[in-house]
């Protein structure tokens, strides 16, 4: 068992988690600063507030009462982050999804949700349409943006917002209120919803602030989308921190990301090792001045040691990564600024405390791999209608089992092994396939790489490699067979990928990881 660092926390029994994120703007009188940076639009905090307000209002006259969920399913924009805030004003729980999910996706999830009111835009709103046709049950559609066919049920929210008044009083909450859900990881099957209360949310910005430290005069750039609680928690831990936010509705693409550091000097990016990786591979002429960053964050999938030292070496901006999941909503590992360690996931963030165990439930000694266990005050409880897969996931006493695989080195930091359910037993050995993964990067030839443990035809489990060529490389046997003796040179034996598949890109989920289950479920045979 190691902790993080542990200091006093008081939390109020009535805690809004809303009026957290961004009264303390106003009080301290930062209510003229920009606070968000949108197309060609700038916002003030006093602007956000007003937004926010008439938002809240705007619920409330579609009956959304205090505990009713609200579902945000638009694009990155004031709305989302006015709407967000809202919700928890007015004592209601947020939940948010993808924006470029098909409608038998949103007709799953509604039903898991069941939300009063769902916000859409344009975009989203044919998709949600077919998702309720012919449901009894559907929630009120709140469309942004102009549409002209609105049908019943569908408000345009322009129009409301433009009659709603900008003096909303907060619901009274109490800080063990439901506030909003984390959608788990759905890369091994449909999204789990984690309930979380507003006490988590100001657990996890007491945790991350202490490492975090946005400043008042802060720009923040943010890759993912905001539906990524990873991304969402760093725009409310800024805004509370009275620093400013580009939002933005456009698919993150690598030239957009550079045309929006280029407009809008960001100090801090929010990253994402792909994203690091493309960044990476644009030609030198190709990208903007990116001397107005102070740190960039990664966070979303393991950011390998050859990566970091690559980024370092091309842009000269350290790379802070941490570890979390939806299930803890916060990062309970983290490399601290100044002190990072390539390749590591970190170590144990303030206000945590962690276990690696084995099968048993005993601890391992440092150095083993065991599987992590998180404590914390801002971990949820429960999965929405998933009682098994709760106890499995949540044993009692504030704990969290991440199902993730871990080694802790002798300076205490942590170092990402695998899912646990990923291990395969190869010749009698078990192998993890992320340590093969990080050996085949290792080669120049190598862009990305996949390893998966696929079925032969007698049914044995045999280690298949999926690669990604690097500068362009065509694929060739040449190509293939200098991949193939680079494995038997860097690898042990029981680890060599018995066959290897070159692919232009390798698929990746909503949140931008590696879909390995679309891998296992289209590969060759």
Partial sequence: MIKGEMFDVTIPEDFNLGSFILDINLEEGRGAKTALYHGGDIYSFDDLWSLTSRMGNVLRELGVEPENRVMLGLGDSPAWVAGWIAVMKIGAVGTHVYTYLNAHDYEYLLELVRPKVAIVDAETLPRFREAMNGKQRVPALLVSGPVDDLGPG??????????????????????????????????????????HMHRDGLVSYLSSNSILQYREDDIVLRVPKLFFHYSRDHLFWSLRNGAASVVFEERTSTQGVFDLIAKTKPTVLVNVPTMMRAMIQTPKEQRPDMSSLRRLM?????????????????????????????????????????????????????????????????????????RLLVHSG????????????????????????TGDIFTQDDQDYFWYVSRADDMLKI????????????????????????VLGIDDADGLKRLRAFVVLANGEAISQDCAEALKQYCKETLAPHKFPTRIEFLAALPKTGQGKIDRRYLRENAAP
């Fill in 427 to 450: 010749s009698g050995v078990w192998v993890a396939p992320m340590e093969i993964e990080r050996g085949i990067q290792t080669s120049p030839l190598v862009a990305e790489a996949a």
């Fill in 378 to 401: 801002a971990s949820g409880m429960y999965y929405e209608r998933e009682y098994e897969k709760s106890l499995e996931t949540f044993p009692g006493g504030g704990w969290v089992n």
């Fill in 298 to 370: 990664s966070s979303g999938e393991p950011l390998t040691a050859p990566l970091y030292k690559e980024w370092l070496e091309e842009f000269g901006i350290e790379a802070v990564n941490r570890f979390g999941s939806a299930e803890t909503t916060l990062g309970y590992l983290s490399n601290m600024p100044g002190t990072v360690m390539p390749g590591s996931s970190g170590k144990v963030a303030p206000l945590v405390t962690l276990r690696l165990v084995d099968e048993d439930g005993n601890d391992v000694a440092k150095g083993e791999p065991g």
């Fill in 154 to 195: 569908e408000f345009s929210l322009d129009a409301m917002l433009a009659a709603a008044s900008d003096q909303l009083t907060p619901e009274p909450t109490n800080c063990n209120d439901l506030a909003f859900w984390n959608f788990s990881s759905g890369t091994t099957g449909k999204p789990k919803g984690v309930p």
